[in-house]
T-cell receptor
Framework: DAGVIQSPRHEVTEMGQEVTLRCKPI?????LFWYRQTMMRGLELLIY????????DSGMPEDRFSAKMPNASFSTLKIQPSEPRDSAVYFC????????????FGNGTRLTVT | GENVEQHPSTLSVQEGDSAVIKCTYS??????FPWYKQELGKRPQLIID?????GEKKDQRIAVTLNKTAKHFSLHITETQPEDSAVYFC????????????FGQGTTLQVKP
């Protein structure tokens, strides 16, 4: 298996622009998680899905953030409009059976908003 | 809300020495405690985990201990090697498939050759 695949690896955009991050989980994994990593706040859970359904989005910072999972093999995290404080590494992770089983992380997307 | 505190934030040891990282958690219902290693510029990867029905678990040079009464758990790395240098994260979650996996703030371990 190729593991969790994220794209793009790096994204540089200007404030106010829309940003879309993409994730392909490991086949057969029913859970998908979006995390954000910054020096100040560490690894923060933004949202997670079970069988394509959003279960907990309480970590989504504000309405500018949205996430979708239209099918079992694809998810997007969208930021519109983007702001400099959104600059971070965004990780997607998948697991076989929720938070009590190992999370497999993608390589992350490093987002820079200028 | 749930919280996981991790100490120290940085740790420097000589090659061959042992390293210990400690975490405390606030949610007494937590029962799954994984540890992730993140090398510079890479993704976090699971290195070991423990569940609440076990007090200790070992995997070669790595061991984790859990004290449910005190609500703390620790990672022990023996005979450290330069390739052990990385950021280590502890985490905790409740039983079952739902809920959140809460991460500690991370410990930067440097192993000096």
């Amino acid at each position: 298996d190729a593991g969790v695949i994220q794209s793009p690896r790096h994204e540089v955009t200007e404030m106010g622009q829309e940003v879309t991050l993409r994730c392909k989980p490991i086949s057969g994994h029913d859970y998908l998680f979006w995390y954000r990593q910054t020096m100040m706040r560490g690894l923060e859970l933004l949202i997670y899905f079970n069988n394509n359904v959003p279960i907990d989005d309480s970590g989504m910072p504000e309405d500018r953030f949205s996430a979708k999972m239209p099918n079992a093999s694809f998810s997007t995290l969208k930021i519109q409009p983007s702001e400099p404080r959104d600059s971070a590494v965004y990780f997607c992770a998948s697991s076989l059976s929720g938070v009590s089983s190992p999370l497999h992380f993608g390589n992350g997307t490093r987002l820079t908003v200028t | 809300g749930e919280n996981v505190e991790q100490h120290p934030s940085t740790l420097s040891v000589q090659e061959g020495d042992s390293a210990v990282i400690k975490c405390t958690y606030s949610d007494s219902a937590s029962n799954y405690f994984p540890w992730y290693k993140q090398e510079l510029g890479k993704r976090p990867q699971l290195i070991i985990d423990i569940r609440s029905n076990v007090g200790e678990k070992k995997d070669q040079r790595i061991a984790v201990t859990l004290n449910k009464t005190a609500k703390h758990f620790s990672l022990h790395i023996t005979e450290t090697q330069p390739e052990d240098s990385a950021v280590y994260f502890c985490a905790a979650s409740r039983y079952g498939n739902t809920g959140k996996l809460i991460f500690g703030q991370g410990t930067t371990l440097q192993v000096k050759p």
